[in-house]
């Protein structure tokens, strides 16, 4: 009966128009939110709406196909998306909820592709139940389904679900960039007694990124595994080469005082992204600065405004990043600064696209630091508190 039903519905849509398509969904966490961005092309009506039995988010379209594909990262309150086509030939996306968040606005882009953004945030079990299905969006959804419709909805007590649900997607691995800080002819810091910063950084780096690859949860990759001078510019370039979901720059501090120990971890400064958008703007192709975003639009307004929101977004992702790191070393016994999340305006930190935070392991400067840095039982404390961290804020 069921895969009748789905034959004659795939009669039903073969007509529709296949160019039309859903070309990429991400999921970026903020400290107050969570904003969903689909990029699609066709026409742009919506509706939005959270439904219960399960608790998901779920979006109607006018007919697209899903071309978004194995690139999605989930985060927070999202683990899977499921999608299909109604009966009335619209696209179905459903996205269930591992925790309590509603819709608190949702609007359309216009440009190549048109996005849908669609803001959440976590509220009580009320207030979840007083949000239940109010609808955002000019889309009408016909809730009187035909015969066909009818029949159908005795499979689905909410009646919007035509057939049974695809099993939800395998979580694709996030691809971490670790980048050991200096190399080659840039030394780093110094110690008193002669210990480089670079060559603090390189087996730090090595156990991170073994750390996270032997986990099977992430790709880990490194800028360099030997001893080589890079250019700040060129690892961030790696990272977007390598099409990462988060870049980690590692590095150990230097001040006056020989005492001074602890980690801090660093994200860009507001006022440095700032101007470096509009030099990253200028100097490039604007499309090749964006993954995933095509900024081949006439109107350059526009163009910024798209550069911009993605930047804010990167910058609270690495915010969120950075908070979660300062938790994890804590949580395993590693010592930290005051007011250990910092901000500066970093080179390596510049990628408008890639979450990217610095850590500051410790002080070169203080030589028994310097030492603890070098010993593997110290690197493996670190590298196991950031792989923490990451399962924290990829919600595994
Ligand atoms: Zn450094």
Redesign the pocket.
Known sequence: MISRLIFISLMFFNFSAFSAEIKALRIGQHPDKVRVVFDMNGEMDFQVRIADNPRRLVVHLPSKTWNAGGDVIFAKPFQSIDHQKTITGLTQLSLPLTSLYTVQSAFMIAGQPNRLVIDMTPVTDIEFKRQLNKIHGPLVVNSQPDVLGDLISSFNKNGDTPYPSQKPKKRIKPIIVIDA??GGKDP??ISKGGIK?KNI?LPMAKMIAKTLNQSGRYTAKLTRSDDRYIKLYNRVKIARKAKANLFISI???SVGNSRTRGASVYTLSNTASDKQTEKMAARENQADLIGGIDLNIEDKDVSAILIDLSMRETMNQSKTLANNVVGGLRGEGVKTLKGPHRYAGFAVLKAPDVPSILIETGFVSNESQARQLLTPAHQKRIAKSLMKSLDKYFEF
């Open positions: 800080g200096h780093g810091a910063e950084t590095h150990a501090d």
